[in-house]
T-cell receptor
Framework: RKEVEQDPGPFNVPEGATVAFNCTYS??????FFWYRQDCRKEPKLLMS???SGNEDGRFTAQLNRASQYISLLIRDSKLSDSATYLC???????????FGSGTKLNVKP | DAMVIQNPRYQVTQFGKPVTLSCSQT?????MYWYQQKSSQAPKLLFH???????NEADTPDNFQSRRPNTSFCFLDIRSPGLGDAAMYLC?????????????FGDGTRLSIL
C-alpha cells in the first residue's frame, strides 16, 4: 500500500467554481501534512500547511481528518491561474522523511 | 531570492556517461533531500542527509550516489545513466529539529539521456 494516495483527476471546473481534493495517508503516526502546488515541468511550491484545527488562506482551506486518515484542500472561486497539479505531502513519524502523493490535476476553464 | 539553488536547470548526457547534479542552500537547514520525479508521478525520495548522516532509501539503485561536503552543498552523482534515469531531479531542504516545518525545493534539474 502506498504511503500517500491521491485521485489523479483531472478535475475540470469552470471559473468561479468550488473544488475539493482529498489525500489519504497510511501511517497513523504521521504528524505533519502539507499541500504543494506544482506547475507543469516546475518544482513543487508550498501552498499551505495543514493543522489539526484546519486552516484557511484566502480562497484555500485545508483540513485534517485523523480518524479517517485523510487531508483535504478546498478551493473557492476558482481562477484560471489555479490550474496546476496539487500534491499532498505527509511526514514520517521521525520527521525527516516526507512522502508525496502523485498529485491531483486541476484544470480551471473560462 | 532563491534559497535552494540547483544547477544546471537542464542537463543532457549520453547513455552510460557519469553526470553530477548540484544543490546549494542558504537556509542553513540541516536536512537535504534528493528526489526523482517522472511525468505524472510523485516525487520519489532517493536519499537524504541529516547533517552528515546519509540515509539511503532501500529501493534507490546503486547507480545513484550522493555527497554532502558541507551544510550548504549536496551533490547527486549518477554513475552510469540509463534511459530510465531521464527525469526531473529535485533537491529539497528542511529543518530536522522541527517536524511541523515543510520542505523547500529548488527549481529542479531536468535530465535527458541520449
Amino acid at each position: 500500500r502506498k504511503e500517500v494516495e491521491q485521485d489523479p483527476g483531472p478535475f475540470n471546473v469552470p471559473e468561479g467554481a468550488t473544488v475539493a481534493f482529498n489525500c489519504t495517508y497510511s501511517n497513523s503516526a504521521s504528524q505533519s501534512f502539507f499541500w504543494y502546488r506544482q506547475d507543469c515541468r516546475k518544482e513543487p511550491k508550498l501552498l499551505m500547511s495543514v493543522y489539526s484545527s484546519g486552516n484557511e488562506d484566502g480562497r484555500f482551506t485545508a483540513q485534517l481528518n485523523r480518524a479517517s486518515q485523510y487531508i483535504s484542500l478546498l478551493i473557492r472561486d476558482s481562477k484560471l491561474s489555479d490550474s496546476a497539479t496539487y500534491l499532498c505531502a505527509v511526514n514520517s513519524p521521525n520527521f525527516n522523511k516526507f512522502y508525496f502523493g502523485s498529485g491531483t490535476k486541476l484544470n480551471v476553464k473560462p | 531570492d532563491a534559497m535552494v539553488i540547483q544547477n544546471p536547470r537542464y542537463q543532457v548526457t549520453q547513455f552510460g556517461k557519469p553526470v553530477t547534479l548540484s544543490c546549494s542552500q542558504t537556509l542553513n537547514h540541516n536536512v537535504m533531500y534528493w528526489y526523482q520525479q517522472k511525468s505524472s508521478q510523485a516525487p520519489k525520495l532517493l536519499f537524504h542527509y541529516y547533517d552528515k548522516d546519509f540515509n539511503n532509501e532501500a529501493d534507490t539503485p546503486d547507480n545513484f550516489q550522493s555527497r554532502r561536503p558541507n551544510t550548504s552543498f549536496c551533490f547527486l552523482d549518477i554513475r552510469s545513466p540509463g534511459l530510465g534515469d531521464a527525469a526531473m531531479y529535485l533537491c529539497a531542504t528542511s529543518r530536522g529539529d522541527r517536524g511541523d516545518q515543510p520542505q523547500h525545493f529548488g527549481d529542479g534539474t531536468r535530465l535527458s539521456i541520449l
